[in-house]
């Protein structure tokens, strides 16, 4: 094993209560640890210095992400061979460090890994997908000024895909997405063409439950779509899953159903068209083809790591749906049995204790 000169960074502003946390588990490269802080009013800047990390102070006036992961990486010396960027709500797991020294070699410009965004009440991955952070010190830059990501500018380009190594995201899910939301908005409004930060701004919009911004946005991404060549079916698919579940939230079944189908013929192996259909189908009160899409879901055993999935795929919420339309079918032994699949992935969730309670005297009652 080649003994790479390996180092991290990251930026951040006012987040003094990731910091002993983040720098806990990057402590095997305590001293290799680079931060640019962007104008913190908080103790991030002392309590960082405090812990060991290399800290630089930089202000922006109109702020671009890219611009400061930049600053950020520029601020490294140059004689690091591998960068590893993390977010501060970002952990890492345990053996981190080796599996990266482990596949990296000198042809390498870049390691791909698993990257959990999201988990449920038990810890079990609910949205994640593939991530590129991990990179050969001056073969990239940081382009795009939100959702930014690492473009290549050396000769031959050279990516791994390591989905062992294991990033996980342990954010502060109270903080609002404005500010993201509104320098995105700003980017497609002067790049109207763009078709990955079109993308961006549906999905943004369907975060935030603006249903209607979402479709514009989607049908914007279609049309754009058709101008490349190359096909971005990740991208489409998801687009068609943000159309349906716009148009259920809205009650524009017929479209609803139109976008479904569309997603499911675009991506059979995981379980997001399914789940659309199943909510879409739901709300029709067509209880026995809401069901027969929620078990075909349930098929599915294992989470799509190249995909990005909903949360709503993997955390009970089919098991609750389903339990719900065996409810208003009259099959109460059914309704309870997946009401407690659902309470083992939610067993907070005091909803569904009580529907458990109304599944069981209905069945006395019968």
């Known amino acids: 094993m080649e003994d790479y000169k390996i180092c991290v960074y990251a930026i951040c502003k006012n987040e003094e209560k990731f910091v002993e946390r ?18 913190s009013e908080d103790n991030t800047v002392q309590k960082f210095k405090e812990l060991g ?47 990266i020294k482990e596949n990296w070699d000198k042809d390498t410009t870049m390691l791909s890994y698993y990257y959990i965004y999201d988990t449920d009440a038990l810890d079990n991955p609910t949205i994640s997908f593939q991530c590129e952070k991990i990179h050969k010190r001056d073969s990239y830059k940081w382009k795009y000024p939100v959702h930014e990501l690492l473009q290549f500018i050396g000769e031959k380009e050279q990516v791994k895909a390591v989905p062992e190594i294991v990033v996980k995201h342990r954010p502060d899910w109270g903080k609002s997405r404005a500010f993201y939301l509104n320098i995105l908005e700003e ?22 439950c603006q249903w209607e911004k979402c479709i514009q946005m989607c049908h914007k991404y279609i049309d754009v779509y058709g101008n490349y060549e190359i096909p971005f079916e990740e991208e489409l698919g998801q687009t068609y899953s943000y159309l349906t579940k716009s148009y259920c939230a809205l009650n524009y079944f017929q479209e609803a159903r139109l976008w479904g189908i569309k997603c499911l013929k675009n991506n059979k ?15 029709l009160k067509e209880y026995d083809k809401a069901l027969g899409y929620g078990f075909k879901a349930l098929e599915i055993k294992e989470k799509n790591k190249i995909r990005s999935e909903d949360r709503d795929c993997w955390d009970g919420t089919i098991e609750d749906d389903m339990s719900l339309c065996f409810y208003y079918l009259g099959n109460y032994d059914k309704a309870i049995e997946f009401v407690e699949e659902a309470i083992k992935k939610q067993p907070n969730n005091e909803r569904l204790k009580k529907n458990r309670e109304k599944y069981i005297d209905k069945r006395k009652k019968n």
């Open 187 to 208: 980017y497609v409004k002067n790049n109207p063409l763009d078709r990955r930060n079109i993308y961006l701004l549906a999905r943004e919009y369907k975060h935030t």
């Open 22 to 39: 983040f720098m806990n588990h990057v402590q095997e490269l305590k001293d290799h640890v680079y931060i640019l802080d962007t104008g």
């Open 53 to 99: 990390a290399h800290v630089q102070i930089k202000k922006y006036e109109n702020f671009d992400f890219s611009q400061a992961r930049n600053d950020a990486l520029s601020f490294i010396p140059n004689d690091y061979d591998i960068c590893i960027c993390l977010d501060l709500d970002d952990c890492i797991e345990e053996g981190f460090l080796n599996k």
């Open 269 to 283: 192996r995981c379980r997001t068209p399914y789940v659309n259909l199943l909510k879409v189908y739901y709300k």
